[in-house]
């Protein structure tokens, strides 16, 4: 599969076993620690998603890597940590998964793996989501109440009608709540229908010069969905490809708390025009950006024009 497949999504499920990163063929050494890793591989293969499949994968995973050195040609010891990670997801062990896929992410890294890293980045990024979820949910009250609302209304976008406009508009409206939490939520519920992501999409067409902060809000939504979870700069064919829109993906810290939000839209060229973080939007260009930690706006601003 190639790279822009891969930032497209195509030809894969969300974060599935079975899908794993490929591995490269591999010289095998006949009774050797490594042809044993490697039968128990193709067994690991095999196996499906119910919960005792999964234990038996992160068994198998264990012992795999229990046999291999960290610098064997034989098989992908990246790809084995990024298997049992998302054994561990669907087993609900998060903190086990999330630990296992920055494994892998650091072997894709050191190998160049560039597709190993993005995979683990989405996962990760999904894993965190749903762990948080977890423990809003877990803990009851009034945000576990509102965001159990919201996937209430979310199932109403993958129909047409009044209610299917009323809910996306209440989602979009959630999108400059002042919880992160609602924001990212209502991102993530956003991104995933197509009559939604049409919406979106000619928000950001229609209003970039009209109303740049809807246009921007859309912008964020779509631009999360490139991202997915990635610190990495995205340039505009990737969202030419995917939503037939011409703008760039790039990441920028906070400049009240310095955390690191990822998939701000911007004008295709604006990557290569040197840009800083401010509190305010003085400069010839700004793009306003709402915090998903500390929830407070900030903007992305350039000196010189990038559009």
């Not at 062990?93 to 494994?103: F, I, P, R």
């Not at 560039?114 to 894993?127: A, F, G, T």
Request: glycine letters at 8%.
């Amino acid at each position: 599969m190639g790279f822009l497949d891969r930032l497209l999504g195509k030809g894969k499920t969300k974060g599935a076993p079975g899908t794993q990163p490929e591995v490269s063929p591999a010289r095998r050494l006949p009774g050797s620690a490594d042809e044993r890793a490697l039968q128990l591989w193709e067994s690991v293969k095999k196996l499906g998603v119910s919960e005792a499949d999964r234990r038996k994968a992160v068994a198998m995973c264990t012992e795999i890597l229990g046999l291999l050195d960290p610098n064997t040609t034989s098989l992908h010891v990246g790809v084995v940590f990024w298997q049992r990670g998302v054994s561990y997801r669907l087993l609900k062990n998060y903190d086990a998964a999330l630990a296992d896929l920055q494994q892998a992410l650091e072997f894709g890294q050191r190998r160049g793996d560039y597709s190993l890293v993005l995979d683990s980045q989405r996962v990760m990024e999904e894993i965190r989501q749903e762990k948080r979820r977890a423990e809003i949910e877990a803990g009851g009250g009034e945000k576990a109440d509102r965001l159990q609302a919201m996937e209430q209304q979310a199932r109403q976008l993958w129909r047409t009608g009044p209610e299917a406009d009323a809910a996306f508009e209440s989602l979009f409206a959630d999108l400059q709540d002042g919880d992160s939490d609602v924001r990212i939520a209502a991102s993530r519920l956003l991104g995933e229908p197509p009559n939604a992501v049409r919406r979106l999409i000619s928000i950001y067409q229609q209003d970039l010069a009209s109303d740049p902060h809807r246009a921007h809000l859309a912008g964020r939504v779509l631009g999360r969905a490139i991202a997915k979870g990635s610190t990495e700069l995205f340039p505009a064919e990737i969202a030419r490809m995917k939503y037939g829109l011409d703008f760039s993906v790039i990441p920028c810290s906070c400049v009240h708390c310095g955390a690191m939000n990822l998939g701000i839209a911007v004008p295709p060229r604006a990557p290569m025009v040197p840009y800083y973080h401010q509190e305010d939007d003085k400069g010839a260009y700004a793009i306003p950006v709402l915090c998903d930690k500390c929830s407070t706006e900030f903007f992305v601003v350039w000196d010189v024009d990038p559009r």
